[in-house]
C-alpha cells in the first residue's frame, strides 16, 4: 500500500521522466553511437545505488551493466533491456513528430516507448519506490542494457562470453518487454524466434543505364524478383531447398498448452485491416502458426528510381532486405548458407547473400521459478490469471543471455495490442504504465520470496 | 566554307551558350515548372528572327513554338526537341555535379547535354550561321520544344489535337537527337518505340508492421515480387497473357535491311561490362531484338526499409515503376488492361495497375525526302556513309506528331555510344558537338533543294 502510495504520489514526476528518455533520438541503427541513452540509463541507476559500467566493443554503442541490491541476497534477478529505439520512418505517418512525446487520450506517442524505453523506466522507479519504501532490495539485480537490439544485438554473444561470470549465477531473468491483450491480461513469454537479417544484392551493368536497354542488358531488379520469388511461394510455404528440415517439431504437450490460449485472430485481423490472414489459417491453427512457424519476410525492397513521376531507367543494382524468423533448430548461419545453396542451385549466383545480423531462438519452461513469480505478480497486480506464451513471434538475444547459461527466462511489459511496436504513432497507455511500475515491484517481491 | 568559318570563329561563345543552357537544372519530372528553360529557348529563337508562342495545359511545362523563314518557302521543316531533362540521380555517381557544366579530355558533361540540349543549341547555331552567311533561310522551318518527353509527353497529343493545323504542312520533320556509333559513323532513324510506363502498387496491413507478423499478415512486397514474377520469365520472355500476340512482325525487306546494319555487340557489352545480352542473343539476332522486340523493364522498386543497417518492419505499401518499350501494334492503353487482365486472372487483383504515361509507337520510310536528306548531309560533313535505322529502341512522341499528319521524320544528333544518356556523368564530345551545327546547316540546304 505504502509503495503505491509513493507511485501515486509520483506520478506527474515518473511520466515526465519517461517523457525525457523517449526524446533521445537513439536510433543506433541508423548511426547514432547510442551514448546518450546509455549515459541516461546509467544515470538513472546510478540514483538507485547501483554500480554502473560501460561494456564497450570496438566502438558499437555501449552495453550499460548495473548491480544493485545487497550482494548478500539469496536469489538474483538478470534484467535485460535495450535503449535503442527502431527508426521512425515514414516519418509522414506519425501524427506527432517520433522524438517529441506526446500525451494525448491517455496515451503517450513516441518512438521506442512500448519498446522498450517504458519498461526500463518502469522497472527503475519500481526500485526507487521499493528503496523509498522499504529502504533495501530483496534480492540482487544484475540489470544489461544494450543498444544494438534493433540491429540484432550483434555484439551480445561477444559480451556474454567476455562477461559471462558476472552474471552467470542469475536464477533468473526478466526480458525486456511484454503487454497486455485485447481482453486486458498480461501476457508472459518464455521462449523467443531467432533471426537472420539476409541483405540480397543483384549486380547488372557497370551502372545504371536508359530503359531502351531492357531489350540486351540484364536489369539487377528483375534478376532480384526472381531470386526471391524462389524463396517463398505465393501459398507462403518457404521453398528455400531444406530449410524446413531443420524445424524441430513443438512438443506435443506445449502444442496442447498453445491451442488453448486465448487468440482473438478476429480483433488482429481488425487492428490491421486485414480481411484473412496468409494461407488462410484461423483460430488455435493461426496462434500456432505465428509461434512456432520460421518466416521469410522481405523488409524492404531498393532499386532503380523511386521518386516522383517517372525515370526510364535500367537499374545497375538491386537490393532486399529480407529477415528469418528463427524456430529450433534453425540458426542464422544455416539460414544464410542455405539461402545461398538454393540460389546458386537456381541459377542465381549472381546474387549475393549476405548475413546482416542474426539471433537464434531461445526456449525455456513456463513453468520455472521466474515465470511463475511473473504470474503471481500479475494476478497480485492485475487480479486476474495472465497467459503464459512458451514462445513469442519476435527476436531477441535471449539464447546468448540465458539459455547459453542455463538461466530461465521470462517477460512482461506495459504494452498493449495496439502499442504499434515498429510502426508509426508508436505509444502505451498511461493506466497501463503505472500498473507495469506496480508489477515490477510485486515481481521483485514474489521473486525474492521463490514464490 | 564561309559557314564552316563562321563556327569556327565563334566556337567559344558557342560553347559558352550550351554551357549556360545545361545549367538550368530542367527536371520537370521532379517538379520543375519548365518555364526557365522554356524563356531560354524563346529568347534563343527569336535571336534568329522567328515568331514564338508559348502552348500551355493547365499549368504543365509549356510547349515553346517557333516559325521562321520564308513564309513562301517552297519547303517546311517541322523541328522536334525538348528542354526538359532526365533526374540527376544517384548524384554519388557524377564526377562534377550535373548542372554545373564541366569540360574535360574534349567532353562536355552535364545532365541532359547529349539528350537533347547540345541538339537545340547546335540546330539554333547552325541557323545564326546560315543566316550571317546567306542573309535568308532556304525553308520555313517550325519548331516544335516541349517540356515533359522524360515524363512520355503526356500533353502532346493534346497539343497536337489542338494546334496541329499550324504544323501539319511540314514535308519533314528532324526529331530530336542522334549520334555517332562506335565506328564514328552517323546514325539516322526513321521510327521510335513507344512506351507504356505503369506503377504497381500493393497495399497489405493498414500500416508497417513489426515483422514478427510474417507468419500472419500480408506483405505488400511480397505480394508485389509475386505478381511481378507472373510478367516476366528468367529467360526475359514477356509472360503478359496476350501481349506477344499484338507484335506485328517486321517486314521481311526491312528486316533483311536491319540485319546488314553494322552492329558491334562486343563493343555494347564491354561498355556496360556485361558478359552476355539477355536471352544469351548475338550478333544481327541482337540488334533484330533490339530495334523490333517490346520490353517489360522494371526502372524501379520501392517498398518498406532502404536504409543504412537493419530494420525489421513488415510492408503495409510496394511499388514498382515498370516502362514496355512498345512495337506496332502495341499501345499504351492496350498494355495497361493486358496486364491489368493478366495479374487479376493470376490473383493478383490486390496489384493496382497504374498507366502513369505513354506514347504510341512510330515508324516511317527510310527512303522518305527528309531521311535522304539527312544522308546526304551526313555524307558531305562526315565524308562516309551513315547508318540508317528504320526504327530506334528509345521512345518519344513522334506519332502524335509525325505519324499522325503523314510526315516523315528522321532523326540525327551530336551524341556518342558512350554519352551515358538517362545515367550519370552524362556527355558529348565537343568535337561531335561542332559538327553536329555543320551537319545542321548541310541537311538545311539539302532538304530545302529536295535532294
Known amino acids: 500500500m505504502a509503495l503505491a502510495e509513493y507511485v501515486r504520489a509520483h506520478r506527474e514526476q515518473f511520466l515526465e521522466e519517461l517523457i525525457a528518455f523517449c526524446r533521445i533520438p537513439s536510433v543506433t541503427a541508423e548511426g547514432d ?31 550499460v551493466y548495473a548491480e544493485l541490491g545487497p550482494a548478500n541476497a539469496s536469489r538474483t534477478l538478470l534484467i535485460y533491456n535495450h535503449y535503442d529505439v527502431q527508426p521512425a520512418d515514414p516519418l509522414d505517418l506519425w501524427e506527432t513528430p517520433p522524438f517529441e512525446p506526446h500525451v494525448r487520450g491517455g496515451h503517450l506517442y513516441a518512438r521506442g516507448v512500448a519498446d522498450n524505453k517504458a519498461n526500463i523506466v518502469a522497472r527503475a522507479q519500481a526500485l526507487e519506490a521499493w ?26 554473444a561477444q559480451v556474454a562470453a567476455q562477461h559471462g561470470e558476472r552474471f552467470a549465477d542469475a ?17 508472459l513469454y518464455c521462449g523467443l524466434k531467432g533471426i537472420a537479417y539476409l541483405e540480397l544484392c543483384s549486380r547488372g551493368a557497370a551502372q545504371d543505364l536508359h530503359s531502351s536497354w531492357g531489350t540486351l542488358v540484364p536489369n539487377a531488379a528483375w534478376r532480384l524478383v526472381w531470386a526471391l520469388a ?48 496468409v494461407g488462410g489459417v484461423d483460430g488455435p491453427d493461426a496462434l500456432v502458426r505465428h509461434l512456432y512457424a520460421p518466416t521469410c519476410t522481405i523488409c524492404g525492397l ?10 526510364t531507367v535500367l537499374p545497375a543494382h538491386a537490393v532486399a532486405k529480407v529477415d528469418f524468423r528463427l524456430v529450433p533448430d534453425l540458426t542464422p548461419e544455416l539460414v544464410r548458407d542455405l539461402v545461398e545453396a538454393h540460389l546458386r542451385r ?23 521459478a521466474v515465470a511463475q513469480a511473473a504470474a503471481a505478480a500479475a494476478r497480485d497486480v492485475g487480479g486476474h490469471e495472465p497467459v503464459i506464451y ?14 547459453a547459461f542455463g538461466i530461465p527466462a521470462v ?34 517481491e514474489r521473486f525474492a520470496q521463490g514464490t
Request: hydrophobic letters at 40%; one cysteine or more; glycine letters at 10%.
Open 33 to 63: 553511437d547510442g551514448w546518450e541513452a546509455a549515459r541516461w540509463v546509467a544515470r538513472r541507476l546510478e540514483a538507485l545505488g547501483a554500480d554502473v559500467a560501460f561494456w564497450g566493443i570496438n566502438g558499437a554503442p555501449p552495453v
Open 131 to 156: 528503496l523509498a519504501v522499504q529502504g533495501e532490495l530483496p534480492l540482487r539485480i544484475k540489470w544489461i542494457v544494450e543498444g544494438e537490439e534493433e540491429n540484432s544485438s550483434p555484439h551480445v
Open 171 to 187: 536464477d533468473g531473468c526478466l526480458w525486456e518487454s511484454g503487454y497486455k491483450d485485447s481482453a486486458g491480461r498480461h501476457v
Open 230 to 277: 524462389t524463396l517463398k511461394a505465393e501459398d507462403e510455404t518457404i521453398t528455400v531447398e531444406g530449410l524446413m528440415d531443420h524445424v524441430r517439431p513443438p512438443d506435443p504437450a506445449e502444442l496442447e498448452h498453445v491451442r488453448r490460449l486465448p487468440f482473438d485472430a478476429a480483433a488482429i485481423r481488425e487492428r490491421h485491416a486485414i480481411s484473412e490472414f
Open 302 to 311: 531498393c532499386s532503380g528510381y523511386g521518386g516522383p513521376g517517372t525515370k
Open 346 to 368: 537456381r541459377g542465381f549466383a549472381d546474387v549475393e547473400v549476405i548475413l546482416v545480423d542474426g539471433v537464434r531462438p531461445a526456449r525455456s519452461p513456463v513453468d520455472s
Open 390 to 403: 512458451p514462445n513469442m513471434a519476435a527476436s531477441g538475444p535471449m539464447y546468448d543471455l540465458c539459455d
Open 411 to 444: 517477460g512482461f511489459g506495459v504494452g498493449w495490442p495496439g502499442s504499434n511496436v515498429h510502426a508509426p504513432n508508436e505509444n502505451v497507455r498511461l493506466d497501463d504504465y503505472f500498473e507495469g511500475i506496480l508489477m515490477m515491484a510485486a515481481f521483485v
